[in-house]
């Protein structure tokens, strides 16, 4: 068995065009990490919001896990896919009452295990149950399969996000953020070995508001009406880390910040 270990997570897809994107751009990463696993967000991979099993099929060509949050749950036919999909997660907090699963592992010919694992935030979100006491019980199970886990914290306020942070420090390999679809620049190794970023990004269009038509975003703003929102298509965003980790302790070694952008210009 290896010594370590290294995995891409990729920021939340938005819609065909992150689809595309990463079509585009993810051969080049596996080829510079050759990472042992990927996982991503794709809560927003279908149309901009939710998921369905065709666009699910088609991620999975690509990645090994899927991670979601709030958006899981606006497509209807995700609600059967969720249960017919072990790779496909929602956040653990949620009321146990609801489908899918919250964790799954994976495992590789030669030896090890990784466990990957979804929570959601409550600040600026819905009142759903404590991730923190929530995240507590999900990786002392998960510490008895593997110590190699990776977290994906969805949430808003990176308070929050830096919070779980201290909170899983050395007990999980990388506490990873989404949901904001904006990259931060505070990765790093936390004191007892857990790699942490606030917000990996996004992977959708880059001529956009966090993958969103402008124009559409723009109006939103001015007249504070709902509207429906569509994908942006010009351009390219695409953000993801690579953390590298040891195998027998689940120690981070190394985390690191890819984004690539191809801007549309008229």
């Known amino acids: 068995m290896p010594d ?7 920021g939340d897809i938005i819609g065909r065009p992150g ?3 990463m079509k585009q751009h993810l051969p080049q990463l596996i080829a510079k990490y050759n990472p042992a696993f990927i996982v991503a967000n794709g809560e927003n991979a279908a149309g901009g919001v939710g998921i369905t099993e065709e666009v699910g099929r088609e991620l999975f060509g690509m990645v090994d896990v899927l991670t979601s949050g709030n958006h899981i749950w606006d497509k209807k036919e995700a609600l059967a896919y969720l249960e017919k999909e072990p790779r496909l997660l929602r956040p653990a907090n949620y009321p146990p009452a609801n489908p899918g699963r919250s964790s799954c592992i994976i495992e590789n010919r030669d030896g090890w295990k990784a466990a990957v694992l979804n929570l959601q935030g409550r600040v600026f979100m819905e009142p759903i149950d404590c991730p923190f006491r929530v995240a507590d019980d ?3 199970r998960l510490r008895e399969l593997t110590p190699v886990i990776v977290v994906d914290f969805h949430a808003e306020a990176t308070s929050e996000k830096q919070a779980m942070g201290w909170h899983l420090d050395g ?3 990388a506490v990873v953020g989404t949901h904001t679809h904006v990259p931060t620049a505070d990765e790093r190794i936390l004191p007892r070995g857990t790699a942490f970023i606030s917000d990996v990004g996004m992977v959708g269009a880059a001529n956009s508001v966090i993958g969103i038509r402008p124009d559409q975003a723009v109006s939103r703003f001015l007249t504070a009406r709902p509207q429906r929102f569509e994908p942006a298509k010009e351009g390219i965003f695409f953000s993801a880390v690579f953390v590298e980790v040891e195998i027998l302790t689940g120690k981070a070694l190394t985390i690191r910040r890819e984004v690539i952008v ?3 210009v008229d």
């Not at 370590?4 to 990729?10: A, D, I, R």
């Open 262 to 264: 191809e801007e549309k």
């Open 4 to 10: 370590k270990l290294g995995f891409l997570f990729l």
């Open 19 to 21: 689809r595309r994107a």
């Open 171 to 173: 007990r999980v390999s």
């Open 138 to 140: 999900e990786v002392s």
